[in-house]
C-alpha cells in the first residue's frame, strides 16, 4: 500500500513523466540553463523546438518555419536561413552575453545582476530583462545608463572626465 503523496510532492512530480523519460531532454536542458544563467526554462524553450515537434506534412509546420527562420536570420542569430538545426544559439545573442563580449562584466552572473538592477540600456531604452536578444545591429549601443554608479566608477577608472 502506497501513502498519499503530500502538496509539496506532488508539485515537484507534476511535471515529469515517468513513461518517456527517455525523449525528455532534460540533460541539454539543464546544461544550457546553467551555462547562460537562465532561471526560468520557459525562457529557454523555442518556438524552434515546438515546430519541429509538429507533423512534418502539416502545411502549417513549413509555414511557420519559413516565417520563424526569416525571424532568426534577420536578427543575426543563424548565418543561413536553411534548417532549424542552428536554433539553439539564442543564448548566445542574450543581453549578458553581450555585455561579456563587449567585455562589461567580467561573468555571466554579474552582467544578467547588471541587467536587472536596470544598468544597462540598448539603444534609447533601459532594459531590464536578461533574456533580452540583441540583434546585430544593437550590439554597438549596448551602453551603461547615464545615471548609474557602475559607468561613474567605469569612467573614474579610465580617468575620463564625467
Known amino acids: 500500500m502506497v501513502r498519499k503523496l503530500k ?15 527517455e525523449v525528455d531532454n532534460n540533460l541539454h536542458d539543464v546544461k544550457m540553463l546553467r551555462k547562460y544563467h537562465i532561471e526560468k526554462r520557459e525562457d529557454y524553450t523555442s518556438q524552434g523546438t515546438k515546430i519541429q515537434g509538429s507533423d512534418k506534412k502539416d502545411g502549417f509546420r513549413a509555414q511557420s518555419t519559413a516565417l520563424f527562420l526569416e525571424k532568426l536570420y534577420s536578427v543575426g542569430l543563424i548565418p543561413t536561413k536553411q534548417n532549424l538545426s542552428l536554433t539553439n544559439e539564442a543564448g548566445k545573442i542574450q543581453l549578458p552575453t553581450i555585455m561579456l563580449k563587449l567585455r562589461m562584466a567580467q561573468n555571466l552572473k554579474t552582467a544578467i545582476t547588471f541587467t536587472e538592477q536596470g544598468h544597462i540600456h540598448v539603444g534609447p531604452e533601459i532594459v531590464s530583462d536578461p533574456a533580452f536578444l540583441v540583434t546585430r545591429s544593437l ?3 549596448v551602453t551603461w545608463v ?5 559607468k561613474q566608477h567605469v569612467m573614474n577608472y579610465n580617468e575620463e572626465v564625467c
Open 7 to 21: 502538496f509539496h510532492e506532488k508539485k515537484l512530480l507534476k511535471k515529469v513523466d515517468f513513461i518517456n523519460w
Open 139 to 141: 550590439e554597438d549601443f
Open 146 to 150: 547615464d545615471s548609474s554608479k557602475i
